[in-house]
């Protein structure tokens, strides 16, 4: 059984989303604020947080930059009526997987969901992934710099897994684009705003940086 975490101040969107889950034989946790919801985020675990934006007590961008902060990489999928390309833009900066603007369609967010899971779990491995610097667990989805943890998303994690096992080879953006989504490729905004929030992780912290641009092509990995 699928544990979601529904943190969301409107409480008739909050019935009807507990109405559909529970039909569908999914345990739903509750936090009508984005104090509760953090907290419940950082002391359990979840397969997914559905995270409203405009919260009392902390906004939902806040709420999920300190999770990311923290190390916690469970998918987290924004719901929010504000649907401008730089409110989505500054979701996915802030350590978001998805954005979902409201009012939507059930079966639709169940579907993102679904995704989402599938890219989080991905295929179970029995070893680590080293090149250079990097050293990424593919059993835990917990990727290190020169020991440091990085606080990665299940999508700049991906990005990251797949830039490690072809380094240090060019991976093309089509490829990334269609390892996170495959048919389904969003505008090129949203893989622009990953890579930035990856690099943000991997390299702003160092003095050399190891992700590389390479022009009109896609990135590779410096093994440092």
């Known amino acids: 059984m699928k544990r979601v975490l529904l943190v969301e101040d409107n409480r008739e969107i909050a019935g009807m989303l507990f109405d559909y889950f529970e039909s569908m034989e999914m345990e739903l946790d509750y936090a009508d ?10 002391e359990n675990d979840f ?5 409203d ?6 906004d939902g961008l806040t709420v999920c930059n300190k999770l990311r902060e923290a190390g916690r990489n469970t998918p987290i999928l924004m719901l929010t009526a504000l649907d401008s390309r730089d409110d989505q833009l500054k979701g996915f900066q802030h350590g978001a997987d998805d954005y979902l ?5 059930l079966d639709i967010l169940n579907a993102r969901m679904e995704a989402l899971l599938r890219r989080y779990k991905g295929k179970v491995a029995s070893s680590k992934l080293t090149y250079g610097k990097v050293t990424i667990d593919q059993k835990t989805h917990r990727a290190f710099r020169d020991d440091k943890l990085l ?3 299940p ?3 991906t990005i990251l897994e797949l ?10 953006r089509n490829q990334i684009a269609y390892q996170l989504w495959q048919e389904d490729e969003p505008n090129n905004d949203v893989l622009r705003s990953h890579i930035y929030q990856l690099r943000n992780q991997l390299d702003k912290p160092f003095e050399t940086a190891l992700l590389i641009t390479v022009p009109k092509v896609g990135f590779r990995l410096e093994s440092g």
């Not at 104090?35 to 419940?40: A, F, I, M, R």
């Not at 397969?47 to 995270?51: A, W």
């Open 53 to 58: 934006l405009m919260l009392p007590r902390m």
């Open 101 to 105: 603007t409201k009012p939507f369609d």
């Open 33 to 42: 604020n984005g104090e509760l919801g953090l907290k419940l985020a950082q």
């Open 155 to 157: 999508t700049t994690y």
């Open 151 to 153: 606080a990665l998303n």
């Open 163 to 172: 830039l490690c096992l072809k380094a240090p080879e060019v991976v093309t």
């Open 47 to 51: 397969d997914i947080i559905l995270l």
